[in-house]
C-alpha cells in the first residue's frame, strides 16, 4: 500500500516544489467554462473549445480515475535584463529550457516509481498543459493554493510563479483539503493590466491580453492594443508583478530554471537584424523556439 506522504517525498526529491491530491471530480465550475467559451474569450486557442466533456470530468480523460497528484514548481528569478539598453522582455517562463519537457520527464520518473510501489495494473498518465484537463481547479482542490482574480494559481509562499503538472491515476489516494481565498478586496492585478485583459475578477479575455497576443495569436495585434505592448516580446508578467502575495517569492535554486542572460531580452538592434538562424541558435528548446518569424515581423515590427 503507497502513501500520499511516500508520493510526496519522492515528488519533492525529483523537484517539484508544492504537491497534492485531489480527488478526480467534475469541476464544479462547469457552466462558467462553457460561458467563457460561448463569449469567444479564448480567441484563437481553439483548443480550448475541444473535449470539454474530458475537460470538465477527468474521469472521462482517464477512464477509471480516481485521484489526481498534482504538482506544482516554483520558477521565479529575478530579471537580468541590461541597463540602459533599449531591450524587449521576454516572460520568465520562456527563459530556460521549455518547461514542458522538464517536468514530463520527472512525473515519468515519478511515476515509474509509484507503479514499482503498486504494480503494474496502476494508471498513471501525466500531463502539463497539453491536454483537456483543468489543472489550476484540479491544484486549487488539492490545496496548492487558490484561483486568484488574474485567473491564476496563488500559493501564499510561492505566489503565482509555478508551473504545473499532474498524473491522474486510478489509484484511490486520500485527497488535501483546498486553502481559503485570499485576495480579498485587492484588484491590483486588474488595474494594472496595460491592456485591460482582465475585464473581471477571475475572467481574462484573451483577445486582450498580452501574452496571448505575442505568443498564441496568429494575427496582426490590433491597432488599439500596438501602443499599450511596450517593451514586451514574448508574454507579459505585469499582473504577476504587482501580486502582493508574489513580493516575497524566493527565487527558485533549481538548476533546471536558470534563465540563460541572452534568453532574458531581445534588444531592439537584434529585432532589426532578426535571422532565423541565429534566433533559433540563441532561443534554441525554450517556448521562442516554435515562433514563426514571419509573425513577428507582422506582429512585432523592429522599431528604434
Known sequence: MITTDQIKQWSHQLGFTLTGIAPAEPVETADSLRRYL??????????????VDKRIDPQKLVPGAKSI??????????????????????????????YHDILKARLKKLTALIRQATGDETTCRCFVDTAPLAEKYHAARA???????????????????LLLGEIVTNL?????????????????????????????????EARRCISYLTTESQTEIPKELENKIGPRFFGCDTCQEVCPVNQQTPPTTDPAFQPNPQGSYITHKDLKALDPGPFKTRFKNTPLSRIN????????????
Open 38 to 51: 460561448e463569449k469567444q474569450h479564448h480567441g484563437q486557442m481553439t483548443y480550448l473549445a475541444r473535449n
Open 143 to 161: 490545496g496548492l493554493g487558490w484561483i486568484g482574480k488574474n485567473s491564476l494559481l496563488l500559493n501564499e509562499t510561492y505566489g503565482s510563479w
Open 172 to 204: 484511490n489516494l486520500q485527497p488535501d483539503n483546498p486553502v481559503p481565498e485570499k485576495c480579498g478586496t485587492c484588484q491590483k492585478c486588474i488595474d494594472a493590466c496595460p491592456t485591460t485583459a482582465i475585464i473581471k475578477p477571475y475572467t481574462l
Open 293 to 304: 518569424l514571419n509573425q513577428i515581423r507582422i506582429k512585432k515590427p523592429p522599431r528604434s
Open 69 to 98: 497528484i498534482c504538482t506544482a514548481t516554483n520558477y521565479f528569478t529575478e530579471s537580468p535584463c541590461p541597463p540602459e539598453t533599449p531591450y524587449k522582455k521576454i516572460a520568465r517562463y520562456a527563459r530556460f529550457q521549455d
